[in-house]
């Protein structure tokens, strides 16, 4: 079964850009969680999708936002991109319940100049 | 601020003896708890869980042992092997809705052989 796959890999975008970020889940897999990881702060959780609902938020600003389609797939947006935004973005999928485990994908890097 | 805390950045043991991760965490409202270990460029890879009805969960070299009195949890590497060489994240949730996981910043293991 393949993993959770995340594009593009590498990113570089300049600030007040806007970027959009692609995760496909693992098949069967119908939630779709985002975090932030940086240096200083580890990872954040961003959000959660379940059945193309946002189920869970953090504490992130509006800039951020998300959705998920009907087949799973979820995508991220950051408008108006600011230095702090340079980070790794990874994506996690899992059944449904709390207690499945969360697989991740390898992450998009992005670096805002 | 930070609910769940690795206060330790980096730990490093010799190949063959034990490794020991810890984890505090200050929400009583977590009942479940997960070690991720992720390698550079690779999204984090789920290692171990248990619940708070439990102290203690093993699963072949590794052992996660929780004491909710105090909230705190351990992660033991039995014996540790150059492999495990890697960033160790610690992580939190709660039941009833709240299905997002918090997150330590991490602790980075170095197994010498």
Not at chain 1, 51 to 56: A, D, L
Not at chain 1, 61 to 85: I, Y
Not at chain 2, 59 to 76: C, E, M, P, Q, Y
């Amino acid at each position: 079964k393949a993993g959770v796959t995340q594009t593009p890999r590498y990113l570089i975008k300049t600030r007040g850009q806007q970027v959009t970020l692609s995760c496909s889940p693992i098949s069967g897999h119908r939630s779709v969680s985002w975090y932030q990881q940086t240096p200083g702060q580890g990872l954040q959780f961003l959000f959660e999708y379940f059945s193309e609902t946002q189920r869970n938020k953090g504490n992130f600003p509006g800039r951020f936002s998300g959705r998920q389609f009907s087949n799973s797939r979820s995508e991220m947006n950051v408008s108006t991109l600011e230095l702090g935004d340079s980070a790794l973005y990874l994506c996690a999928s899992k059944f449904s319940g709390w207690a499945d485990t969360q697989y991740f994908g390898p992450g998009t890097r992005l670096t805002v100049l | 601020d930070q609910q769940v805390k690795q206060n330790s950045p980096s730990l490093s043991v010799q190949e063959g003896r034990i490794s020991i991760l810890n984890c505090d965490y200050t929400n009583s409202m977590f009942d479940y708890f997960l070690w991720y270990k992720k390698y550079p460029a690779e999204g984090p890879t789920f290692l171990i869980s248990i619940s708070s009805i439990k102290d203690k969960n093993e699963d072949g070299r590794f052992t996660v042992f929780l004491n909710k009195s105090a909230k705190h949890l351990s992660l033991h590497i039995v014996p540790s092997q150059p492999g495990d060489s890697a960033v160790y994240f610690c992580a939190a949730s709660g039941q009833g809705g709240s299905e997002k996981l918090v997150f330590g910043k991490g602790m980075k293991l170095t197994v010498n052989p």
